[in-house]
T-cell receptor, first 115, second 111 residues
Framework: KAGVTQTPRYLIKTRGQQVTLSCSPISGHRSVSWYQQTPGQGLQFLFEYFSETQRNKGNFPGRFSGRQFSNSRSEMNVSTLELGDSALYLC??????????????FGPGTRLTVL | QKEVEQDPGPLSVPEGAIVSLNCTYSNSAFQYFMWYRQYSRKGPELLMYTYSSGNKEDGRFTAQVDKSSKYISLFIRDSQPSDSATYLCAMSRPTGNQFYFGTGTSLTVIP
């Protein structure tokens, strides 16, 4: 099976701009979670989508949003970028049934730099 | 208090050493425990996955879960320079599909 893919791999934006990141999960997986990873904070959970619905949400401001399509592909959007949004954004896919201990498989990440 | 605590290190060991990486947690509802390895500028890759208490071995890696102490460990035997990476612990409850991660321990194995 192909793994989780994320595009683009690298992005440079300036403050105030917006950005959209894309994630394609493993075939058959219906859950996609997004994380922000920074050296100081580690992996911070943004949100999880399952069957096109946001099922779980972390403690990030409303500038961070996401969506999931019927083919399980997901996008996340960050509006009005701030310098502190510079990070590695990771997407993880799992079957999503939530029972019997699904585990997550990560993509390579999108490295976002905000200047 | 964070739900999952992990010593960030850094940890530096000579090649061939036994490495012990640990996490503690506070939520007794966690039943599934994972270890991920993350190389620099890459996404985390799943290394070990265990359910409830006990040990699981895979080659040079052994994962141990002690639910009574809310403590999990990853042991790496005969460590190699290629093991140099950040190791993240993660855990989840039986339902809900939400995962809780430690901040990661940075490991360097010196040839």
């Amino acid at each position: 099976k192909a793994g989780v893919t994320q595009t683009p791999r690298y992005l440079i934006k300036t403050r105030g701009q917006q950005v959209t990141l894309s994630c394609s999960p493993i075939s058959g997986h219906r859950s996609v979670s997004w994380y922000q990873q920074t050296p100081g904070q580690g992996l911070q959970f943004l949100f999880e989508y399952f069957s096109e619905t946001q099922r779980n949400k972390g403690n990030f401001p409303g500038r961070f949003s996401g969506r999931q399509f019927s083919n399980s592909r997901s996008e996340m959007n960050v509006s009005t970028l701030e310098l502190g949004d510079s990070a590695l954004y990771l997407c993880a896919s799992s079957p999503g049934t939530g029972t019997q201990g699904d585990t997550q498989y990560f993509g390579p990440g999108t490295r976002l730099t905000v200047l | 208090q964070k739900e999952v605590e992990q010593d960030p290190g850094p940890l530096s060991v000579p090649e061939g050493a036994i490495v012990s990486l640990n996490c503690t947690y506070s939520n007794s509802a966690f039943q599934y425990f994972m270890w991920y390895r993350q190389y620099s500028r890459k996404g985390p890759e799943l290394l070990m996955y265990t359910y409830s208490s006990g040990n699981k071995e895979d080659g040079r890696f052994t994962a141990q879960v002690d639910k009574s102490s809310k403590y999990i460990s990853l042991f790496i035997r005969d460590s190699q320079p290629s093991d140099s990476a950040t190791y993240l612990c993660a855990m989840s409850r039986p339902t809900g599909n939400q995962f809780y991660f430690g901040t990661g321990t940075s490991l360097t194995v010196i040839p």
